[in-house]
Nanobody, 130 residues
Framework: EVQLQASGGGLVQTGGSLRLSCTTSGFTFDDYAIGWFRQAPGKEREGLACINPSDGRTTYADSVKGRFTMSSDNAKNTVCLQMDSLKPEDTAVYYC???????????????????????RGKGTQVTVSS
């Protein structure tokens, strides 16, 4: 069973930092695309960052580029999201997600960020006060 669990959220002031972690199990970590997403009340899901096994690269949404950094620890099957220079508009529930390879291929990173991933874990609340 594929499982993902995000942790590390909390309350932080504008300009502060938080580091989120996502522990995973039940799948071959190296083979799956993995990403971070968020959803604020009344807003649509937003893709933030993803690691695509097709090229090993990490892709970021424009809204977080230069402020957020996604990393992975393949030995621990864990991904992290370092969030710096946080703004009130970053307030949301953050969660990690994973997508298996299709028939001999992966989707593009922009596709994953726009349309999400198959498996979604429980989220963690991030609140940025002004």
């Amino acid at each position: 069973e594929v499982q993902l669990q995000a942790s590390g959220g909390g309350l932080v002031q504008t300009g502060g930092s938080l580091r989120l972690s996502c522990t995973t199990s039940g799948f071959t970590f190296d083979d799956y695309a993995i990403g971070w997403f968020r959803q604020a009340p009344g807003k649509e899901r937003e893709g933030l960052a993803c690691i695509n096994p097709s090229d090993g690269r990490t892709t970021y949404a424009d809204s977080v580029k230069g402020r957020f950094t996604m990393s992975s620890d393949n030995a621990k099957n864990t991904v992290c999201l370092q969030m710096d220079s946080l703004k009130p508009e970053d307030t949301a529930v953050y969660y990690c997600a994973a997508d298996p390879p299709g028939t001999s291929r992966y989707y593009s990173s922009s596709y994953y960020l726009a349309y999400g991933m198959h498996y979604r874990g429980k989220g963690t609340q991030v609140t940025v006060s002004s």
